[in-house]
Structure formats: C-alpha cells, structure tokens
C-alpha cells in the first residue's frame, strides 16, 4: 500500500515540473501574443468595435446634455446630426437642420399621444438650466462628463471628445486642471494635434493669463498644421483650425502691438477662411497701425 | 345510511395519441355509493380506472359523461371539497415550507379560524409524530416523514370523507401499522374513508365493502365476505379470479 | 379572497426563501457603490450616470426575478405534485391563478420597494435632495408595469411546456416591446402589405410597457407626471393584466392537472 509520503513527494515533483515548464516555456509564449501586449484593456476586449461604444457614449453625452430629450434612430434627426453639446462648443461645424424640438412630429395616434407624457417632452440644454430652467444650476453639465471619459477611453484617437471634455471643464465646471490634464492626455494619444494645441492654448491664455505658454502651443500647432486636399467637411474642419489658430495668434500679437506679426497671421488665417472679408476688417486695421506706428523687429513665424 | 360519495355512470375518455385508435375509455359507465360511516376498499389492478375515478371526484378531471357528488355537491364545485380529506400516493409538498406552514396554509383554504387552526395543528403533528421536526424545512425530512405530513394534512379540516390513495405504498410495517390504526380510529369517529391500494392483507382486515374495478368497468361491489365467502377462497384469489386472472391462468 | 391570499402568502415565503432575490440585490449594490467610487474629474456631484446604472441594474433585476418566479410556479406545482393535494382543497382553479398572480406581483412589489429605498439613498447622497413623489410615481409605474408582465408569464406557464422556453419567450417579448414598441407603427409604415397591417395591429394590440418606463424623467429631474395621466397608466395596466390573467384561468380550466 502507497504511503501518504509517497502521494506528497510525487504532488511536489508534478509542482517542480510544472513550474519548470512553465518557466521554460514564458519567452515563447511572450512572442506568440504579439499585439495584444501592446493595447489597453478596451482594445484587447473589443478590438475595433470600441469606437462603435465609443460613438454610443458620445450620443449618450448629447442626450443627457438634453436632459433625455433626444431622437432615436426611428425619428427624425436631422436637427441633431452635430452633437449640441460640441456644436456649442464652436469646436465644429453643424450639420444640424430643422426644428430641433419637434422631431418627433405631431402626434400619430392616441398611444402616441398618452406616451409622451412618459418621457422628456421638451429641448432644453443643460447649461441653459435644464428642465427646471434654472440657470443658477447651469454647472449641471457636468452631468455628461462620465460619458465623455468613456468615449474617450474607449476611443482615444477621436481628437474631438477631447476638445469638448475640456471646454466644458473649463467653462462651465472652472476645472481648469482637469481640463489641463484631459487635453495633455489627448496630446500623448494624438501627438501634434493641432485641435487639442489650440484649445491648450486658450485654456493657457484665458485660464492661466500665461500669453506665452499659450504662445508657444499656437505656433507649435500651426507647424503642425498641413493643408488637405479633399473636399468635404473634413477639408473644412482641417482649414478651420488653422484659422482659429492663425486669428488667435494674431489677436495675441495685436494685443502686444507686433503689428507686422499680427497682420501675417490674420493674413495666413484670410487664406483658408470662408468668410475673408470678416478678416479683412482686421487686417485693414493692422496696416492702419503700421503706417501710424513704428515696431520692432520680431522674429516672423515660418 | 346517508350516501357520502356517489358516482352515476361515470365515463371518462381520454383522446389517444395513437391514430388507430379513436379514444381510451378510462372509465365505462360507472356506478358507485359510499355511505358514512363505512371504509371503503377501491381495489383494481394498475390501469384498471382506480386513480381516474379518484381525479374525478376530486375535480381534477372532468367525467366525459355522467356525474360525481361528494355530500351531494357536484364534485365539480370547489365547495364539495370543503369537507373531504386527500392523501395522494406520492406525497410531495413544498420544499421551502416547515411542516406547522404547510398545515397552517391548508388550514386557511379551509377557513380555519387561527386559534382552531393552531389547536389542530399541535393534534395532528402529535399524531403523525412530527412534533420535533415541526419547524424544519419539508426538504430535510425523510420520506417517511414526507408521509406523515402528508397524512396531517389530509385531516387538517377534521375531514368527514378521507381518500387516500394507496396510503400505504412504500411505508414500512411499523408505517403501516400506524396508517391502519388512523383509519381505524377514523372509523370509530364516524368518518368515512375511501382508499385504493393493492394490500389486500391490510383490505380485508379494515374494509366494510370493497369494490373492484378493471379496465374501466365495476365488476362487484359489496361486503369483503360477500365477495370472498362463495368463492371459498380469500380476498386476493377472489380479486384474481373476478379480473379474470384464473381463467387466463386455465383457459 | 382569503384563498388567494393564502397561495399568494406561500409564493412570497418562496420568493424571499429562495436566493434570486439576494444575488440581485447584492449584485446591483455592488456594482452601483463600485460606479460610485469611480473619480471623474474630482468632481463629487455627478449623479445622473449612477441614477442611470442604478436604475437599468434595478429594471434588469426586477424582470428577472418577475418572469422566473412567476414562468415556474404551476410548472412547478405539478413537477413537485404539490399541485393535487392543493386542488383537492375548497379552492377554484381561478383562486389558484389569481393567488399566484397576487403572490408573484406583491413579491415583485417588495422586492421593488427594496431596490427603490436603495436607488434613493443612493441618489440623495449625491444630490442631497430626495423628491419622494418622483420616486413614487416611478415605482408605482414599474410595479403596475410588473404587474402585465406576471400575467404574461403566468398565462406562457400554461401554454408552454418549460419553463426555460416560456421565461426566454416572455424576456424577449417584454424586451421588444421595451424597446420598439413605441415605434411599430412607424417601422409598419417602412413595409409592403401584408406586412405592414401585421405590424400596425400588433401595435394596437400589444401592452405598451414602455410607457412605465419613466427613468429618462427620473434620471434628469423632469417635474412629476400629471396624477391624471399617471392615474390612466394604472387603469392601461389593469386592463391589460385581466386581459391575460382572464386567459390564463381559461386556458387552466381546461387542463388537465395530472
């Protein structure tokens, strides 16, 4: 009859054996995994449907922006193709149409009817008060930041969740360090993105009064910048940009005098813009300044 | 004597499955009387019709033709249950319930007043002998336990008509010893009981009348010496050659 | 009435003897305090999402223990045999689905009244407010809601054979109409005949539940429903509940019970 001595010298050799083969067998297996070493627990799990998530949450920050006023994929959307919330931002261009509050149309029959006494009836924005209207409760837009985080995890190459997240951190909520963080964030997952500069910047200049800091991320962004050639709504975005980052610029230096300077920027800006003429004010009144005034050589952007 | 049960020709057919055949007649025309007082034997080999008639009196099957009455209440009314006591053969009740619960929720069908409840409860649990495990939960007790309860709440209402069906089906002797005195005791009572089973022994022993059935059909009812005296034989070489068992035996 | 009270009694005893309900609940306090301790921003005062989460886990949970409580009782009742020592009692077949209607719905009340003292603690804690109304509105809402949906699932426990296959059914159907059921007539509008008159009849005849569904309102801060709408939505449910439970005694009456 087999002793327990036995049975325990034998569990104890099948453990050092195991554990042997195991160690033996771990740089092999380093190799085989390959990419999944590389993405974080979203892209392991999801691979490339988290930016569909992504997307849902995104729509998801809309509508709580809403207060659950929101069209679903059976209504008529068109007044809500841009999300509000980024829409207002002026972050981007609206492709939105129609009567944002009546894209559920009249009525259809007495179920209709009844049920819309169930669920959120009206449009209201949560930074304009919320169905109480309440403007003194404006900061409750802070209600779609968790969507917003999430969008982001999931999708850390959409540069535009970023520049929505920190403007409503910074304007509405006064988190200026989280705004900070969530576009230095964005920065090391999009490096050189000329959006999340530009949006550094002004939080640089309006949040911190640090001119120069912010300075120094405009020009870094419009280095960064290059001109597209398609002709669609990302052409549009991509010269946009460049006109924010160039007028900003020029406002920066109109504010220090550099007339020069800032007539080179406000001319680079007039290039790409859709509406030259509104520059063209600008840049009318810096050469007035220049024949009026004498300036110091500075040295010009690229 | 006052007619308890009573059963007209009763007939009961059952749709078959197979396509050759149109229906199964599982009861033909039946013809019964119990009256109070006496205790029944429902005898009849497996398949003869014992546990149809039993589901018709206790309106769980309908009768194709004919009728039923207990106390002279159609059995199809839930009212004609009021006074009637029932021990199926497989006693199972629910798990999750201690025995005082099982008996204290039969008792509220019943219309038991609380007090009155609560008294037969302590009787019948003293009875059955379940008075240590009272508050267990039914899914820790044995399967004889299992019976004993279900023995108790078949006279929860103090019933004036008792049916068991086969009530001693696997019990041990002392088990079925202890049904018998039950029965017994319930006779001197003055109730009625109305049992089937396929102990014979314990048939002729506390039986007034017996009837046997097969294959749908009464074939004799009456005293159990009635049955068994002509024949000159006892109960069981009696009920073997009334289904016609000798005769296949000596064709 | 005191029949169905009495069966309704031995189904609540199951229900809180069972250990569905803890699961659920504990589940759900788990996971809503773990959403809690998330940071978002250092900013303590969101709460919207965490109502969000706390009611999606609390109407997941509630179907849950509504449909498999109520799609296992007379299946149950007759796999166990506890069904013929019952209908051997002074107790109707009607009494008997009503008593079980009346056990899981009022199983289902408690287990709500539970959820819902949760969700408000939960949601005061963050708000420091709590609109007691609101919250009753919501719960009476989804308990009548529950309540349609005992009676479905009791009226599948007669009429399929499993339970399995009835609960799989009920959550599907509960589910559809969850979701597009306030939309059928607009997606018959999308289809060729006869399709389309299919669907818009199946729009008129089917219980609107999502109606019930107040958690857009809840979640953020909408005023109270008019009491008069709210009062409608309670007599639409109890017109559909006797609907399927009046079906339910009629499909019970006629089967067998062994």
């Known amino acids: 009859m087999t002793s327990p001595r036995t049975y325990l010298l034998l569990l104890t050799a099948l453990l050092v054996l195991g554990f042997g083969l195991a160690a033996d067998l771990q740089p092999q297996f380093r190799a085989w995994r390959g990419s999944r070493t590389q993405g974080d627990i979203f892209q392991v799990l999801l691979g490339d449907s988290r930016r569909m998530f992504a997307n849902e949450f995104y729509v998801k920050a809309d509508a709580y922006y809403h207060s659950g006023f929101y069209p679903t994929i059976f209504d008529n959307n068109e007044a809500f193709k841009t999300a509000h919330m980024a829409e207002d931002t002026g972050a981007v261009k609206s492709s939105n149409h129609g009567e944002e509050a009546s894209f559920m149309g009249p009525p259809r029959d007495w179920i209709d009817a009844f049920g819309r006494h169930f669920f959120p009836d009206r449009h209201t924005h949560l930074d304009e008060g919320g169905p109480d209207d309440d403007l003194s409760s404006s900061d409750q837009v802070r209600e779609i930041l968790p969507w917003l985080k999430l969008s982001t995890d999931l999708d850390p190459q959409n540069v535009q969740n970023y520049t929505v997240t920190a403007y409503w951190l910074r304007e509405r909520m006064h988190k200026t360090a989280e705004a900070n963080q969530v576009l230095l964030e964005g920065l090391r997952e999009n490096p050189g993105s000329c959006d999340i500069l530009f949006e550094l910047g002004r939080l640089y200049e309006e949040s911190y009064q640090d001119t120069n800091r912010a300075q120094n991320v405009w020009q870094a962004a419009a280095q960064n910048w290059r001109p597209i050639n398609s002709e669609d709504d990302a052409k549009y975005a991509n010269d946009f940009i460049f006109e924010k980052i160039s007028t900003a610029l020029g406002e920066l230096e109109r504010s220090r005098s550099h007339w020069p300077l800032a007539l080179a920027w406000f001319q680079a800006a007039q290039k790409v813009s859709r509406t030259p003429e509104a520059l063209q004010i600008w840049i009318d009144e810096m050469k007035t300044n220049m024949a009026s005034a004498t300036n110091t050589p500075v040295a010009l952007p690229r | 004597m006052a007619t308890i049960l009573k059963a007209d020709k009763l007939r009961v057919e059952y749709r078959s499955r197979e396509m050759r055949q149109a229906t199964k007649v599982a009861l033909a025309g039946l013809d019964l009387e119990v009256h109070a007082g006496e205790v029944f034997g429902f005898l009849g080999p497996n398949g003869a019709g014992k546990t149809t008639t039993m589901n018709v009196l206790l309106g769980f099957v309908q009768p194709t033709t004919g009728a039923a009455s207990l106390f002279g209440i159609d059995v199809r009314q839930p009212i004609a249950r009021q006074r009637i006591g029932y021990l199926p053969e497989l006693t199972y009740y629910y798990k999750f319930l201690t025995a005082e619960e099982l008996l204290r929720f039969y008792a509220k069908i019943f219309g038991l007043a609380r007090g009155e409840a609560d008294k037969r409860i302590d009787t019948l649990l003293k009875l059955v002998e379940l008075e240590h495990a009272r508050k267990r939960p039914i899914k820790s007790y044995s399967k004889g336990m299992q019976q004993r309860v279900g023995l108790a709440q078949a006279l929860i209402n103090n019933p004036d008509l008792l049916i068991l069906d086969e009530p001693t089906s696997g019990l041990d002797p002392l088990g079925r010893m202890k049904v018998r005195e039950i029965i017994q005791r319930l006779k001197n009572e003055g109730k009625t009981v109305f049992f089937s089973s396929h102990e014979l022994g314990e048939v002729e022993t506390v039986c007034d009348r017996i009837a046997i059935i097969h294959q749908g059909e009464l074939k004799v009812i009456g005293r159990v010496d009635e049955i068994r005296k002509p024949r000159h034989a006892n109960l069981e070489q009696a009920f073997l050659e009334i289904i016609g068992f000798q005769a296949q035996l000596n064709p | 009435m005191k029949n169905i009270f009495a069966v309704a009694g031995v189904v609540i005893k199951e229900l809180y003897r069972r250990k569905d309900f803890y699961v659920l609940f504990i589940v759900t306090i788990v996971l809503c305090l773990v959403m809690a301790s998330v940071n978002i921003f250092n900013d303590d005062k969101i709460v919207r999402y965490l109502k969000e989460i706390c009611l999606l886990l609390v109407w997941l949970s509630s179907l849950v223990i509504a449909i498999t409580t109520t799609a296992r009782q007379i299946p149950a009742e007759r796999e166990n045999r506890t069904l013929l020592p019952l209908l051997a009692k002074p107790l109707s077949r009607t009494q008997l689905i009503l008593g079980k209607f009346f056990g899981c719905w009022f199983a289902c009340g408690?287990?709500?009244?539970?959820?819902?003292?949760?969700?408000?603690?939960?949601?005061?804690?963050?708000?420091?407010?709590?609109?007691?109304?609101?919250?009753?509105?919501?719960?009476?809402?989804?308990?009548?809601?529950?309540?349609?949906?005992?009676?479905?699932?009791?009226?599948?426990?007669?009429?399929?054979?499993a339970p399995s296959s009835n609960s799989t059914i009920c959550f599907v159907v509960v589910g559809g109409i969850m979701l597009v059921g306030r939309h059928l007539d607009q997606v018959a509008l999308t289809l060729n005949e006869p399709m389309r008159g299919i669907t818009q009849v199946i729009y008129f005849i089917i219980p609107h539940l999502e109606i019930f569904d107040v958690r857009d309102l809840i979640i953020h801060n909408w005023p109270l429903i008019h009491w008069n709408f709210f009062g409608l939505a309670l007599v639409y449910a109890l017109v559909y509940t006797t609907v399927f439970l009046t079906g339910a005694c009629l499909v019970f009456r006629r089967k067998p019970v062994n």
């Open chain 3, 110 to 161: 408690l287990t709500l009244l539970c959820f819902y003292v949760f969700f408000a603690a939960l949601a005061a804690s963050r708000e420091h407010q709590l609109p007691v109304l609101d919250y009753v509105q919501a719960a009476t809402l989804h308990w009548f809601m529950l309540g349609i949906v005992v009676a479905i699932a009791l009226l599948g426990s007669l009429v399929f054979a």
